[in-house]
């Protein structure tokens, strides 16, 4: 599933969110080749990669076996399996940079990937009809997933995950968690449910049309075809696009709430209550003054709160809970309003009308961890230097700002970084 990167799921939206944030995460830089007279140190580091790799293959087979699966099924899905450097560098050099929201938006609603979409909930609308009527989730919510993580089906990964999780475990920097991936794909393969040949996926183990991870699929995944099989990885979608709803109904998904709707503050409006936080029925921000873009009281669908993605220069939203449903799948804000957004288009509704302040760029992650420590050292502790810009560290930046008497909005900010040096 796809690091914005503002954020390329172990629970499901954890391992999702590795996946679907990665497969829309900007290409790292491409390495610099390494000269020619240091080419057999590379060959060398490999061969000793390998023999280290099969060392550990064999201590993995008796934890495996441990945990119910056959030497048969290991023999099987190892057979041909070999240390996968490719998958090593790209785990080590992952972009340190992010995208901005309105980037990733560009990208994730672009026009073709409506109209793309628009035509695959046509080609698909029976099964998808039916998929909405078992499990309540709105199919354009469904199609929408479908569309960031694998346009629709056209780039569901080609590499072997039994190699690519077992490369991760054994060299990987989560190799725990890498290693209860491979658990699980070795499961889904003793199931029957695949073969190791069809088990294909991105290169951090995320699988199929709607990129579940092994241990999401065996929690949630569904066989919605019948035939006894959970096939995500077939041409036909029909098993992933019901497995994703079933994923997203067992974490509460209401039918008809929206996941958000742009609005439009007053003047005036208090930037400190837009948070996740703070929670109030649409029809009690309408008295304050906040509405949809057309001026109306938004219905009360809900408790909402206000999210302000790129503060206050930005789009509003009012979100309701199924917002948070859809971040089960991917943790980051960026994605969520992807999928939403996404799926409103593909409804016809109209594009996000507020202007984005495209004059800035995302701050990089050296200079996010540089954002910390002087908020910290400035008396504003983000509770933590580790580049992530999360509650504890937008909650610093609004106690700063609301300080030094600039808009409380809590976005990280180049143009705060600087007034901070």
């Given at each position: 599933?796809?690091?914005?990167?503002?954020?390329?799921?172990?629970?499901?939206?954890?391992?999702?969110?590795?996946?679907?944030?990665?497969?829309?995460?900007?290409?790292?830089?491409?390495?610099?080749?390494?000269?020619?007279?240091?080419?057999?140190?590379?060959?060398?580091?490999?061969?000793?990669?390998?023999?280290?790799?099969?060392?550990?293959?064999?201590?993995?087979?008796?934890?495996?076996?441990?945990?119910?699966?056959?030497?048969?099924?290991?023999?099987?899905?190892?057979?041909?399996?070999?240390?996968?450097?490719?998958?090593?560098?790209?785990?080590?050099?992952?972009?340190e940079f992010t995208k901005t929201i309105w980037d990733y938006l560009d990208s994730a609603a672009s026009e073709t990937r409506i109209e793309n979409g628009k035509a695959a909930l046509v080609q698909h609308r029976q099964v998808l009809e039916q998929?909405?009527?078992?499990?309540?989730?709105?199919?354009?919510?469904?199609?929408?997933?479908?569309?960031?993580?694998?346009?629709?089906?056209?780039?569901?990964?080609?590499?072997?995950?039994?190699?690519?999780?077992?490369?991760?475990?054994?060299?990987?920097?989560?190799?725990?968690?890498?290693?209860?991936?491979?658990?699980?794909?070795?499961?889904?393969?003793?199931?029957?449910d695949t073969r190791p040949r069809n088990m294909t996926g991105s290169w951090a183990g995320a699988m199929g049309h709607t990129q579940f991870i092994p241990t999401s699929f065996l929690a949630y995944a569904v066989d919605f075809t019948g035939d006894?099989?959970?096939?995500?990885?077939?041409?036909?979608?029909?098993?992933?696009?019901?497995?994703?709803?079933?994923?997203?109904?067992?974490?509460?998904?209401?039918?008809?709430?929206?996941?958000?709707?742009?609005?439009?503050?007053?003047?005036?409006?208090?930037?400190?209550?837009?948070?996740?936080?703070?929670?109030?029925?649409?029809?009690?921000?309408?008295?304050?003054?906040?509405?949809?873009?057309?001026?109306?009281?938004?219905?009360?669908?809900?408790?909402?709160?206000?999210?302000?993605?790129?503060?206050?220069?930005?789009?509003?939203?009012?979100?309701?809970?199924?917002?948070?449903?859809?971040?089960?799948?991917?943790?980051?804000?960026?994605?969520?309003?992807?999928?939403?957004?996404?799926?409103?288009?593909?409804?016809?509704?109209?594009?996000?009308?507020?202007?984005?302040?495209?004059g800035d760029r995302a701050l990089r992650f050296v200079e996010r961890k540089e954002l910390q420590e002087r908020l910290t050292r400035a008396g504003f502790s983000t509770q933590g230097i580790d580049g992530k810009i999360g509650p504890n560290t937008?909650?610093?930046?609004?106690?700063?700002?609301?300080?030094?008497?600039?808009?409380?909005?809590?976005?990280?900010?180049?143009?705060?970084?600087?007034?901070?040096?």
């Amino acid at each position: 599933m796809t690091v914005i990167r503002l954020a390329t799921g172990a629970a499901v939206a954890l391992v999702m969110a590795v996946s679907a944030a990665l497969a829309n995460t900007p290409a790292s830089p491409r390495p610099e080749p390494r000269p020619a007279a240091q080419e057999p140190l590379v060959t060398t580091q490999i061969s000793t990669a390998n023999r280290g790799f099969q060392r550990w293959i064999e201590g993995f087979r008796g934890r495996a076996q441990a945990q119910g699966i056959s030497p048969r099924v290991l023999d099987t899905a190892f057979e041909g399996v070999r240390y996968n450097t490719d998958v090593i560098q790209k785990d080590r050099n992952q972009s340190e940079f992010t995208k901005t929201i309105w980037d990733y938006l560009d990208s994730a609603a672009s026009e073709t990937r409506i109209e793309n979409g628009k035509a695959a909930l046509v080609q698909h609308r029976q099964v998808l009809e039916q998929i909405e009527a078992r499990y309540g989730v709105d199919k354009e919510v469904v199609v929408a997933v479908w569309g960031l993580e694998s346009a629709y089906g056209a780039y569901r990964g080609t590499t072997p995950i039994v190699e690519a999780l077992a490369t991760l475990a054994y060299d990987g920097r989560r190799g725990r968690f890498f290693e209860a991936q491979l658990i699980a794909a070795l499961k889904i393969l003793q199931s029957g449910d695949t073969r190791p040949r069809n088990m294909t996926g991105s290169w951090a183990g995320a699988m199929g049309h709607t990129q579940f991870i092994p241990t999401s699929f065996l929690a949630y995944a569904v066989d919605f075809t019948g035939d006894g099989r959970r096939d995500i990885w077939a041409d036909d979608p029909a098993d992933a696009l019901a497995s994703t709803a079933a994923y997203l109904a067992r974490f509460g998904w209401r039918k008809g709430q929206p996941w958000g709707v742009e609005v439009q503050l007053p003047r005036g409006f208090d930037h400190r209550l837009a948070s996740r936080s703070t929670l109030r029925m649409p029809s009690d921000w309408a008295a304050m003054g906040v509405r949809d873009m057309a001026g109306r009281v938004v219905p009360d669908h809900g408790r909402a709160s206000i999210l302000l993605p790129a503060g206050a220069r930005g789009a509003a939203f009012m979100i309701f809970d199924n917002f948070a449903v859809i971040e089960r799948y991917n943790t980051a804000d960026a994605y969520v309003i992807g999928v939403g957004h996404l799926s409103d288009r593909i409804k016809g509704g109209p594009p996000i009308q507020a202007e984005w302040p495209r004059g800035d760029r995302a701050l990089r992650f050296v200079e996010r961890k540089e954002l910390q420590e002087r908020l910290t050292r400035a008396g504003f502790s983000t509770q933590g230097i580790d580049g992530k810009i999360g509650p504890n560290t937008i909650a610093a930046v609004r106690a700063y700002q609301s300080a030094v008497g600039i808009v409380p909005d809590g976005y990280a900010s180049l143009d705060l970084l600087k007034r901070l040096r």
